[in-house]
């Protein structure tokens, strides 16, 4: 067996519900009394916030919320947060929504509590020194940012740049498939579909694929491609709710510890420059992507249509393509779009896209297949 290191939080709650028991949770386990609740601001428009922050401070804590986190938040939005922090003295980070959010408070904890620069932290376990405790609590079943060591955040129109370090893993997660029922259909497909990216590209990933990944990936994907389509016909679907929430945290521990690839590398540039959702970009590239791998991959896609029950005989390669052609009946399924130009891409910036891709060497190097700049043209294209 090769030799392999798994990282991941040490600590998780699951409860429906538990989100509003927040504060009497963690009061038990943490010191610090002085929070910043890191959200977005359509989440306290929804009213899910407030139900939160009550628990919090009745159980003795000073709050402070920011909420001015946005999807694919860039540098700005990260210094505007740690300012927010400094003049509240906080001396504990609550992260509560999506990916962006829970990314952006990953590295307020760090920055809070540190002199290095940001621009100082991207790459690879570039973070130095400690950061303040750090409780998440995610608001959707995709991301996995929750159980991760990466916080990816704009950096130009065309960029992301990922900041992954042990720090950056929470100290506690409280799981609360409650707060997933008021996604709409188009977010509660996305975000799961992005959960199965991760679970699908952690499993096939180049570098540090291991047994435990392995493991984590195979029953994410199970909990996640039996559950995403009665999620999103059935949004009160509690069973659904719960499996798809859980999915996504196993799929995020997967890639933690054996990264993500292509598909991410390509999206990337979506999000920077047209701002398309995180869960949505990899959706519109995750079924070229996996027809460019097939070749490579042909095996590891059999098992995992094994993983998900599909029907029929045949060589790994025949059962590769069976695996290709349920996820996209799964994307057609869900409703989520399926082309980039039903959301706004033109074709005239595919070249600059390919171009952007590139620089996203981090990612790229887990590829079970090469990708030069033709080969992600081309794979633009062809999701265009």
């Known amino acids: 067996m090769q030799e392999f290191e798994f ?39 929804a009213g899910l916030v407030a139900p939160i922050i009550s628990n919090l401070v009745g159980a003795g804590f000073a709050v402070t919320v920011f909420d001015k986190v946005i999807a694919d938040p860039p ?13 509240a003295r906080a001396d504990i ?66 960029t992301k740049m ?36 991760h679970a699908i590209e952690a499993y096939t990933s180049k570098h540090k694929k291991n047994a435990f990944s392995d493991a984590l990936a195979r029953e994410a994907l199970k909990l ?56 949505l970009s990899n959706a519109l590239m995750l079924g070229p992507v996996l027809r460019f791998n097939a070749k490579e991959v042909a095996l590891l896609y059999s098992e995992l249509a094994d993983v998900l029950h599909l029907g029929g005989q045949g060589n790994s390669m025949s059962r590769a393509n069976a695996f290709v052609d349920h996820m996209k009946m799964l994307l057609i399924e869900s409703g989520a779009p399926r082309r980039l130009r039903d959301v706004g891409v033109t074709e005239e910036c595919l070249s600059t896209l390919a171009a952007a891709a590139m620089r996203q060497n981090r990612l790229l190097a887990n590829n079970p297949v090469e990708v030069s700049e033709e080969d992600a043209l081309a794979l633009y294209r062809e999701a265009f």
């Not at 990916?99 to 991207?122: F, I, T």
């Not at 929470?170 to 509660?188: G, Y």
Request: hydrophobic share 45%; aromatic share 6%; with cysteine.
């Open 224 to 279: 996640l491609g039996g559950n995403l389509i009665a999620a999103c016909n059935e949004p009160s679907n509690r069973t659904a709710r719960e499996n798809m929430l859980l999915g996504a945290t196993l799929a995020g521990q997967s890639f933690a510890n054996s990264p993500v690839a292509a598909v991410h590398a390509l999206a990337y540039p979506l999000g920077a420059r047209y701002h398309i959702p995180h869960g």
């Open 75 to 87: 540098e700005n939005v990260v210094y505007d947060c740690v300012e927010a922090g400094r003049q």
């Open 93 to 158: 980070i609550v992260g509560c929504g999506g990916g962006s959010s829970l990314d952006v408070a990953k590295l307020v904890a760090v920055l809070l509590s540190s002199n290095q620069p940001l621009a100082d932290m991207y790459g690879i376990d570039q973070v130095k020194g400690a950061r303040l405790p750090l409780i998440l609590l995610p608001t959707t079943a995709g991301t996995g940012s929750e159980v991760t060591n990466i916080s990816i955040i704009t950096t130009t129109e065309f």
């Open 162 to 197: 990922g900041v992954v370090s042990p720090q950056l893993y929470a100290d506690f997660v409280m799981l609360d498939a409650e707060l997933t029922v008021m996604l709409p259909r188009i977010h509660t497909a996305a975000s799961g579909i992005d959960a199965m990216v």
């Open 7 to 45: 990282q991941t939080v040490p600590a998780m709650k699951i409860a429906w519900g538990g989100s509003k028991r927040l504060g009497n949770v963690i009061a038990a386990r943490f010191k610090p009394r002085n929070a910043l609740f890191i959200t977005d601001a359509g989440l306290v428009k």
